[in-house]
Every structure is written in structure tokens, then in C-alpha cells.
């Protein structure tokens, strides 16, 4: 049980465009959902978290006008790079939690976005 | 705060031994803490967890051991497997609130 997925697993896109990254809690509901930025070699940086039907908490200097991030339901949450640019570039991971549960987050796989 | 990683600690050990890694933390107040086993171009992968109120736990080929006097966390890891090549984290959480992730340490295992 537990299984978080993100889609897509890698995109590559045209510096300007947008992205939208999707990532779904398969077998549970997930009242809170993390998202997450790693460069390489690098550890996990929490960009923002994502409560169902309300608005995002980011974290200081992530720019909530250029990561959109929408939790529309209790098993989807999207963050969308909008205005790619390359140093946009990164490995992207959600992770969600389910209320009432033990703190533990449970993470996707991630999604690598490479800005041409 | 965020901890933001460098470049990479790197563990090697030979296969069949034990290896431990360790991590120190940042908030006294954290109460739950877990490692996570990141492989190349895949999302972190939980391992083992221990509250506050232990000092050990142990799992299959897994221990985690908690200091909290120095504020310090390992995991060791024994017979030590090809298969455990990967980047560990550490990552404290507070009263339920965003887990922070400590900068990660590379584990090579040689044949």
C-alpha cells in the first residue's frame, strides 16, 4: 500500500514553455502533499506543501507565481513550472501523507525536467 | 531551515561487511525521525523510522541507533549488499510539520 506516482517520469522541454508535473496518491487519500526540488548530488529542498483545497505554503524563495501548484483533490496535486527556464532544471519528487497516520510521508519516483 | 547538501559524503565498503552512516540533526525539538534510500534517478525510499523515545530499533538488516543527547542518528547496515549502493538521508520531522532532510551520504559497496 502507499504507492505515490508522478507523471511524467522526464520531461524535456523548450526554455519559455510550461510544465505541469502530475503526482496521485494510488491507494489512499492524501490530506497533505510535499513537493520537493533536488539538484544533483544534492539533498531534498521542500519547495511547498500542498493541502487538499486550499492554497500552497512555499517555502521562502520559492516563487509561487512560477511553480503553480494546485490540490484539487485528496489524490492528485499538481505543480506546474511555468516560464521554464534552464536553471528550472532539476529532479522533481512529491511525497504525500495521509491525516491521522504516523508523520511519514510516502514519495514518488520523481520527475526529471530538463529546460532546454 | 532547509539543510542544503554539497557534494556528497561517500561511504565505500567492502561487500559482506557492515556499514554505518550517520547523520547529525539540527532541531532538539524533532521527535520522529526516518532514513530514506535514494537510487539513481528514483524517489527516496523508506528504510526504517524511530521516534524520540527510543534509542534503537531494529529491522531486517537494519538498525537505527538515536543520541539525542548529541543529536545524532546512524544507520548500520549489516553484510552489506550490492544492492545497497544508493544515497542515504536522514530526515527529522517535528510534531507532525515538514520532514527536513539532512545532506544525504553516498554508499558504495566494492565487490
Known amino acids: 500500500g502507499a504507492v505515490v506516482s508522478q507523471h511524467p517520469s522526464w520531461v524535456i522541454c523548450k526554455s519559455g514553455t510550461s510544465v505541469k508535473i502530475e503526482c496521485r496518491s494510488l491507494?489512499?487519500?492524501?490530506?497533505?502533499m510535499f513537493w520537493y526540488r533536488q539538484f544533483p548530488k544534492q539533498s531534498l529542498m521542500l519547495m511547498a506543501t500542498s493541502n487538499e483545497g486550499s492554497k500552497a505554503t512555499y517555502e521562502q524563495g520559492v516563487e509561487k507565481d512560477k511553480f503553480l501548484i494546485n490540490h484539487a483533490s485528496l489524490t492528485l496535486s499538481t505543480l506546474t513550472v511555468t516560464s521554464a527556464h534552464p536553471e528550472d532544471s532539476s529532479f522533481y519528487i512529491c511525497s504525500a501523507h495521509a491525516a491521522g497516520t504516523a508523520p511519514e510521508q510516502f514519495f514518488g519516483p520523481g520527475t526529471r525536467l530538463t529546460v532546454l | 531551515g532547509e539543510s542544503v547538501g554539497l557534494h556528497l559524503p561517500t561511504l565505500s565498503v567492502q561487500e559482506g561487511d557492515n556499514s554505518i552512516i550517520n547523520c547529525a540533526y539540527s532541531?532538539?525539538?524533532?521527535?520522529?525521525f526516518i532514513w530514506y534510500k535514494q537510487e539513481s534517478g528514483k524517489g527516496p525510499q523508506f528504510i526504517i523510522d524511530i521516534r524520540s523515545n527510543m534509542d534503537k530499533r531494529q529491522g531486517q538488516r537494519v538498525t537505527v541507533l538515536l543520541n539525542k543527547t548529541v543529536k545524532h542518528l546512524s544507520l548500520q547496515i549489516a553484510a552489506t549488499q550490492p544492492g545497497d549502493s544508493a544515497v542515504y538521508f536522514c530526515a527529522e520531522n517535528i510534531e507532525g510539520q515538514n520532514f527536513v532532510f539532512g545532506p544525504g551520504t553516498r554508499l558504495s559497496v566494492l565487490p
Open positions: 491507494d489512499f487519500q492524501a490530506t497533505t
Open positions: 532541531n532538539s525539538a524533532s521527535d520522529y
